[in-house]
């Protein structure tokens, strides 16, 4: 995804009207039914759905973080607030309501490819939330809190310093697993036309665009396909280790 385009001799769009052929030499993973290069274009859509996967998690993990370690931290009033705005968020159905941002937006003529990772990184922290949340409250019971707190460190300290470093393993897991579900979901959204629109690829509409003719250039379905499937079992055994 970083090195390919520079050593692809295609352009992702360039068309050729010749039209849909088998892998080959010059095309190692064939071309699609306007003739353009699937290896190229598997490329440049693995740059956006993992840009899109990264920044997710990253936007998730953020807010997540944040709600999760103040809630933890203060409990009482405060961590019922969250935690009731957390429920709130968390039963919003996902999906459809992405496709009607996708398409509000799209009318508005803004570029799917910056509202979709923010929408989503906007929908994805729940769990964060909870996990980072459920670390904070064993954790402020233990001995060196309460010998901060005796030393006379302030709260923003004892959780920055003390709290935040002790919780970053369960943080780390599941920004690894935001990653992965970010790229399936955006592979749907682009599946059923409501994500990245064309002609910018990504593999989710790689596999709209193979979908009526995959019985005659079964190519250009496997190869969105299994980066998709590869890519994601990667990032959770990443997560694992």
Avoid: C
Avoid at 86 to 115: K, Q
Avoid at 133 to 149: G, I
């Amino acid at each position: 995804a970083i090195f390919g385009p520079m050593l692809s001799p295609y352009e992702y769009d360039a068309i050729d009207y010749t039209g849909a052929k088998p892998p080959s030499i010059q095309h190692p993973l064939g071309t699609d039914e306007l003739g353009r290069d699937e290896a190229t274009r598997l490329v440049y859509g693995g740059r956006v759905s993992l840009m899109v996967g990264i920044v997710v998690a990253l936007l998730s993990a953020g807010i997540g973080t944040l709600i999760g370690m103040l809630a933890g931290y203060y409990g009482g009033r405060d961590d019922n607030i969250l935690m009731r705005f957390t429920d709130m968020v968390l039963a919003l159905p996902l999906l459809p309501l992405l496709m009607v941002a996708g398409l509000i937006f799209h009318d508005l003529g803004w570029n799917s490819l910056y509202v979709i990772p923010l929408i989503l990184g906007l929908l994805e922290w729940m769990a964060v939330a909870r996990l980072v949340r459920s670390s904070f409250l064993a954790l402020r019971e233990k001995e060196f809190v309460e010998a901060a707190h005796a030393m006379g460190a302030s709260d923003w300290r004892i959780i920055t310093q003390h709290l935040l470093p002790n919780s970053i393993a369960p943080i780390v897991v599941n920004t690894t697993l935001v990653v992965g579900a970010a790229i399936i979901i955006e592979s749907v959204l682009s599946f059923l036309g409501f994500g990245i629109m064309p002609p910018t690829p990504s593999w989710g509409n790689m596999l709209t665009s193979a979908k009526s003719t995959m019985v005659m250039y079964p190519w250009l379905m496997w190869a969105p396909g299994s980066a998709i499937v590869l890519t994601v079992l990667s990032v959770n055994f990443l997560g694992d280790g």
